[in-house]
C-alpha cells in the first residue's frame, strides 16, 4: 500500500507516518510540504498511491485545490482532508462527499480503521472478477423505470419518517442512484467516507435474495431517539431506546419503499425482521450485508436530509438475479 501525505508542518508529517508505519510498517509512506511538490511526486511515481491525507491549510495551494488537481492523476485514491479549522466541522467550508474529513491530530485508533479499511478493499479490487468488454448493464429504458419506482418508494419512505416525527421536518431526496456492482464496487462508491455510523438491515427471502438497509449518522440517530422518546436520554436507556426507536422506524421505511417497488415489479418477497447495527467503517458494514465479494446484485441508493438541520441518511436496496430473473431486462446502457 503506498500513502502520500501533504502538509507544510514537517512536525505532523513525521508524526502521522511514524503512526502509519507502525501499523503497517510495509508501506511506502511519501512525503510533500506543499501541492506543488505532491504534484510532481504523483506524476513521477511509477506506482500509484492507495490513499492520500492532504492537509487543508497549506500556503499556495490549499487541500481542496490540490484534491482537485489529485482526482485527475490517481482517480482510484482515497483522500482524507485533515485540518484543526473548526469551519468544516460547522459546515462553512464545503468538503466533497467523496472525500473523507478528519479533525487534527488523527486519533491513533481512528487511523488504524482507515488503514484497515483501505488495505482491505484494495484487496477486494485486485480479487473482484475483471469483466470483459461485453459486460452488460441494466438499459437505459429499466434503469428509467427502476428510479420511477424507487424514487416514489423512497418519497413514501420519508413521509412514513415526517409522520412519525410530527411533520417537524420536510424531506429533501436525491435523485436515485441504479446499478450493477459487486462489494468491492458498492464501497468505493458509496460506502467508503462513512466512520461511525448506524445501520438497519432487513434481509429479503434469504441473505442471497437481497437486502435493504438504512444509514444513518449518529448525530441523526440521537436526534430522532431524543425527539421520539420525549426527553435526552443517556446511558443504557439511550442504548434501549436506539435499538427499539430505529428498528421501528426503519421497519416503517424500509418495507414501505421495498413494498412498492416489489408490488410494481411483481416480485414476491418476504422481509425479516429489522436489525440494527453499530458500524465503525464501510469496510465493517460488509459483515452485515452479507455479500460475497463475487456475487453482482442491482444496487439502489437515495440520500434524504432536511434544510434546516443536520438530519441526514440514505437507504440501500440490493437485489440479487435471483429474484430479478424475468422481472427486469437487461441490455447494453445506452
Known amino acids: 500500500?503506498?500513502?502520500?501525505?501533504?502538509?507544510?508542518?514537517?512536525?505532523?508529517?513525521n508524526r502521522?507516518?511514524?503512526?502509519?508505519?507502525?501499523?503497517?510498517?510495509?508501506?511506502?509512506?511519501i512525503s510533500a510540504c506543499d501541492g506543488n511538490e505532491a504534484l510532481t511526486l504523483v506524476q513521477q511515481s511509477t506506482t500509484p498511491f492507495s490513499l492520500a491525507f492532504l492537509d487543508y491549510n497549506m500556503p499556495g495551494m490549499n487541500g481542496l485545490e490540490l484534491a482537485d488537481q489529485l482526482k485527475a492523476q490517481i482517480p482510484m485514491s482515497k483522500m482524507v482532508m485533515l485540518s484543526a479549522n473548526a469551519s468544516f466541522v460547522t459546515g462553512e467550508t464545503q468538503v466533497p462527499s467523496e472525500m473523507c474529513y478528519i479533525k487534527k491530530p488523527i486519533a491513533p485508533t481512528q487511523l488504524k480503521e482507515l488503514l484497515a479499511l483501505c488495505s482491505s478493499t484494495q484487496k477486494e479490487t485486485e480479487a473482484t472478477p475483471k469483466h470483459s468488454s461485453s459486460y452488460e448493464t441494466l438499459s437505459s429504458e429499466f434503469r428509467e423505470r427502476l428510479s420511477d419506482l424507487f424514487l416514489k418508494g423512497a418519497q413514501n419512505a420519508t413521509s412514513e419518517l415526517s409522520s412519525i416525527m410530527g411533520k417537524k421536518y420536510d424531506f429533501l431526496l436525491t435523485l436515485p442512484n441504479i446499478e450493477k456492482l459487486y462489494l468491492a464496487q458498492l464501497k468505493e462508491k458509496y460506502l467508503r467516507t462513512l466512520v461511525d455510523f448506524n445501520l438497519i438491515r432487513i434481509f429479503i427471502n434469504a441473505p442471497k435474495e437481497g437486502v435493504v438497509f438504512m444509514i444513518f449518522s449518529n448525530a441523526t440517530s440521537k436526534e430522532l431517539v431524543h425527539y421520539l422518546a420525549g426527553q435526552p436520554l443517556e446511558g443504557e436507556d439511550f442504548v434501549d431506546a436506539e435499538k427499539d426507536i430505529l428498528g421501528e422506524i426503519g421497519n416503517v421505511m424500509m418495507n414501505t419503499c421495498l413494498i412498492h417497488i416489489c408490488q410494481n415489479l411483481g416480485i414476491h418477497i418476504v422481509p425479516e425482521v429489522p436489525e440494527l447495527h453499530k458500524v465503525a467503517t464501510a469496510?465493517?458494514?460488509?459483515?452485515?450485508l452479507n455479500i460475497a465479494n463475487d456475487e453482482q446484485f442491482v444496487y439502489f441508493c437515495v440520500e434524504f436530509k432536511t434544510e434546516n438541520s443536520d438530519f441526514n441518511g440514505q437507504i440501500g436496496l440490493m437485489l440479487g438475479s435471483s429474484?430479478?430473473?424475468?422481472?427486469?431486462?437487461?441490455?447494453?446502457a445506452s
Open 283 to 288: 469496510d465493517a458494514a460488509n459483515q452485515y
Open 16 to 29: 502521522l507516518k511514524d503512526t502509519i508505519l507502525s501499523f503497517y510498517p510495509q508501506c511506502e509512506v
Open 323 to 332: 429474484l430479478l430473473d424475468g422481472k427486469i431486462k437487461i441490455g447494453h
Open 1 to 13: 500500500m503506498k500513502i502520500l501525505i501533504v502538509d507544510d508542518s514537517r512536525f505532523a508529517v
